[in-house]
């Protein structure tokens, strides 16, 4: 089978949970007997040709020139993103479309491809398709509940757009925009249970037969890992990755690890691209007692040499987590792991993790903090079980049922 998979970013641009599933996907459908090709936006390189071609880890990618940010409508349309992905569906003339994200394509990908006849399904990978800042939390703390009233997302996004009038007027074409596109979905997949009962709460998105999909974890090769010697100034060695953004809450741990009685004997390293230098600086400003590295960023390859040496993973985020890559990572490097409450990660860390409130730095010291006093309770969390992880190839099988009731059309339109 034919599929093209359409998303926002893909490495080397981006290397976020979607982008590696993406890719991951795309080579396991290979070694099947499939033939994916990727469909790709972009944030960079405005200066290249509107449509050009590469590969990336031996899967063939298509890249879409981003568009000027002044271009970029509330409602997600793009006419020059729709006529780039028309193009490329009347000459690839895929079996089906596999839409991941419409940011920096168009809110129509999946009405383009059904004028085409060609059928497409759909993973809803985050809450875009609810709200144009992507995850529903405007001060980074508090999460937009799903029945929120329409005025107050007008007054929210009005900050950056006016006048309000145009904004109240973009939020009817948006909404009616995406639920136009999920009724022309032939599947919608969520990534998690956590998302699909979320996105099932949000009142214009009744009746979407939302279908849950889990994701398998990115493959991590453990099997070359060489202990890290242990540092004997710290008895507690903390660790986090991810994009670096006040959202994923690091200052919950940074506050959490100041206010322990020996806060000298702690460390807390994070891993990942520094996405705001100003809560960079904020951050090592409030680490006076426990010791803070910032590393930035780092290659997947990398992972596992990385992150197994430390004694607990913390991911202390505010963000609805959809699913967290990270937290799979920490979980097959056999780390103890603690997660906020807010998302999916809470559902799979089993008898090998701790869930603790977001933003509850008080919470998070005491678990810290039994550590230190006890370290057989950090053992014990360690030798706990995880809920399995989904395999990749149950995944696919699953994929392929999808695909397969999403059907091939009978025709296809004659090129222009």
């Not at 599933?21 to 033939?35: F, I, K, T």
Request: net charge neutral; aromatic share 6%; glycine share 8%.
């Amino acid at each position: 089978m034919k599929v093209l998979h359409a998303l926002h970013s893909f490495p080397p641009d981006s290397r976020g949970g979607i982008e590696t599933y993406v890719l991951g996907l795309s080579r396991a459908q290979q070694r099947a007997g499939d033939e994916p090709i990727v469909l790709a936006g972009s944030d960079r390189g405005e200066a290249e040709p509107s449509l050009r071609e590469t590969r990336v880890e031996g899967v063939r990618v298509l890249r879409l020139r981003p568009p000027p940010a002044e271009s970029r409508a509330l409602d997600g349309l793009d006419p020059e993103a729709r006529a780039l992905l028309e193009e490329v569906l009347r000459r690839e003339r895929p079996d089906l479309l596999h839409l991941h994200h419409w940011h920096n394509l168009t809110s129509d990908a999946i009405e383009t491809a059904a004028g085409l006849g060609i059928p497409a399904v759909v993973s809803v990978h985050d809450l875009f398709s609810t709200c144009p800042l992507f995850f529903r939390l405007p001060d980074d703390a508090n999460l937009c509940p799903a029945d929120l009233p329409r005025e107050t997302c007008v007054r929210c996004i009005g900050r950056f757009l006016s006048p309000l009038s145009a904004v109240e007027e973009g939020f009817l074409r948006r909404d009616a925009r995406f639920r136009r596109e999920l009724d022309l979905a032939r599947a919608v997949l969520a990534i998690s249970e956590t998302e699909r009962e979320f996105l099932a709460a949000v009142p214009w998105l009744a009746g979407v037969p939302f279908r849950t999909l889990p994701l398998p974890p990115p493959p991590l090769d453990v099997g070359r890992v060489e202990p890290t010697p242990r540092d004997p100034a710290f008895d507690l060695r903390l660790v986090s990755w991810g994009g670096l953004v006040q959202g994923k809450g690091l200052h919950v741990l940074v506050e959490a690890c100041e206010g322990l009685d020996r806060a000298e004997r702690v460390s807390i390293d994070h891993h990942g691209r520094i996405l705001d230098e100003g809560y960079r600086e904020r951050l090592l400003a409030a680490a006076r007692r426990a010791r803070l590295r910032l590393h930035g960023s780092y290659e997947p390859a990398d992972s596992a040499r990385l992150f197994s040496g430390y004694d607990v993973a913390v991911f202390p985020s505010f963000f609805l987590e959809t699913h967290s890559f990270a937290v799979d990572e920490a979980l097959e490097l056999g780390l103890p792991v603690l997660v906020s409450d807010r998302g999916a990660p809470r559902q799979r860390v089993g008898a090998r993790g701790v869930v603790f409130p977001a933003g509850d730095a008080g919470a998070l010291r005491r678990i810290l903090g039994g550590f230190l006093a006890d370290p057989s309770r950090l053992s014990r969390l360690r030798s706990g079980a995880p809920v399995p992880p989904v395999r990749m190839e149950d995944h696919l099988a699953a994929l392929r049922e999808i695909y397969s009731r999403a059907g091939r059309p009978r025709a296809f339109p004659a090129s222009p």
